[in-house]
């Protein structure tokens, strides 16, 4: 009987620990109905509810994202309506930087008509935290930001390393000590017509949340 019950509690523990792999990156892309313009009118909101110094929203990028004909090349598409009282504003936008790949995001900026009156060139996109993103000051003509996927660096990888550290201390009668262990852990993603996109808006009045 304890030998069965030791049986079930390893299995139990053995499942918990399982992990399922990241997504992998898709490197293909064949949208399907794909529109000759951005729809304006689904665009999510960048303006919260209530003034914060720090605002996300995040967008998956998956089969169900709407496809956009970008130079008669079919491409997912992400659309955000910038706040209306921009100035002062920063705002950041981007790739999630996930397990085993990250999307390759093309952003441009349009007026109230849809119309791109911004651009931005392969300089200005860096690695930020856990993201590859670009940042601007919004102008008063910008009501926009159009996301759509690069397809000039699709199937290349970004390579990092990832750094776990621990620190122990202990105290003594005589002395104080510590001492930090670390794992280095090399990290490969592929960039992606799918993943994570998101749009963070940085106020210099707000509230912390």
């Known amino acids: 009987m304890r030998k069965a019950a030791a049986a079930v509690l390893g299995s139990a523990l053995a499942a918990g620990c399982a992990t399922t792999p990241p997504p992998p990156a898709t490197t293909a892309y064949s949208g399907q109905n794909c529109a000759d313009a951005p729809d304006l009118g689904r665009a999510a ?11 996300r929203v995040g967008t998956p990028i ?24 921009a100035a002062g504003m920063m ?9 085993a790949r990250i999307f390759s995001p093309a952003i441009s900026v349009l007026d109230e008509n849809g119309r791109q009156v911004r651009s931005f060139d392969a300089s200005q996109y860096l690695y930020r935290g856990v993201m590859f993103s670009i940042q601007f000051i919004p102008q008063p003509e910008e009501r926009f930001v159009l996301v759509t996927a690069d ?59």
């Open 62 to 85: 998956d089969a169900g994202t709407p496809c956009l004909l970008g130079n008669s090349t079919p491409t997912p598409y992400v659309i955000y309506a910038l706040p209306a009282l």
């Open 151 to 209: 397809p000039s660096r699709i199937g290349r990888n970004y390579d990092a390393v990832a750094i776990s550290t621990s620190t122990t201390a202990i105290a003594t009668p005589y002395a104080f000590a510590s001492w930090t262990s670390g794992v280095d852990q090399s990290i490969s993603r592929t960039f992606s017509y799918d993943g994570a996109v998101a749009a963070i808006v940085y106020s210099p009045e707000g509230n912390e949340r």
């Open 45 to 55: 909101s960048l303006t919260p509810e209530s003034r914060r110094r720090i605002f």
């Open 91 to 99: 705002v950041e936008v981007g790739a999630e930087l996930e397990g």
